[in-house]
């Protein structure tokens, strides 16, 4: 079983209420993306680890200063980060990726600095897709996503960001809407 640790806003907090709705409401932004999932708004901190490690959930240090910061609007190709908010790696996130990979995939402290250093991109997900992505398509949900923004009383995506969080253990395995904590 695989499984994943994900960081999500505060549940009760306006960010992640935002961050759900643009999740929701993205894909109706263009026919292409109507097929896209809905998920929880999170940044992946370790992914691919077993049930066997789960329990230790519970010895992650949570850091107190932990800020979590948009940089930008982002595009990729990849599935699971084909629309994205690209996540400043701050060093509470770093710190707590790199104890997450010793405590969840057993490795060394050295192991797990290298692997966050050289893999760990912070990044909050807004569509999950395997379409193609055109100019066309990505212009218009700048433009979206922009003026949400707006309407979230933010100046633009820069200013998106929150204080804290939850650790979520989730199993993504299967389709995502199998996905569960």
């Known amino acids: 079983m695989a499984l994943s640790l ?3 806003p505060p549940p009760e907090s306006p960010i992640y209420a935002q961050l759900s709705q643009l999740i929701s409401e993205l894909p109706e932004a263009n026919p ?8 929880l708004p999170h940044i992946t901190v ?11 959930l519970t010895q992650l240090k949570f850091p107190h200063e932990l800020t979590v910061s948009v940089k930008s609007l982002s595009f990729g190709d990849a599935c699971f980060k084909k629309i994205y908010f690209s996540i400043e790696r701050s060093d509470a996130l770093v710190e707590l990726a790199t104890e997450a990979r010793v405590k969840m995939k057993d490795m060394s402290e050295e192991e797990a600095q290298r692997a966050v250093q050289i893999e760990y991109d912070p990044h ?14 990505k212009e218009i949900v700048s433009h979206i996503v922009k003026a949400k923004v707006e309407t979230f009383g933010y100046t633009a995506w820069e ?7 939850q650790l979520l253990l989730v199993r993504t395995e299967g389709p995502v809407d199998q996905w569960r904590s």
Request: net charge positive; aromatic share 12%; proline share 2%.
């Open 32 to 39: 292409s993306l109507k097929s896209s999932p809905v998920f």
């Open 46 to 56: 370790v992914s691919g680890f077993s049930q066997a490690n789960a329990s230790r």
């Open 124 to 137: 909050a997900s807004l569509v999950y897709n395997d379409v193609e992505l055109n100019q066309t398509i």
């Open 159 to 165: 200013s998106l960001g929150w204080k804290g969080g």
């Open 6 to 8: 994900w960081l999500t």
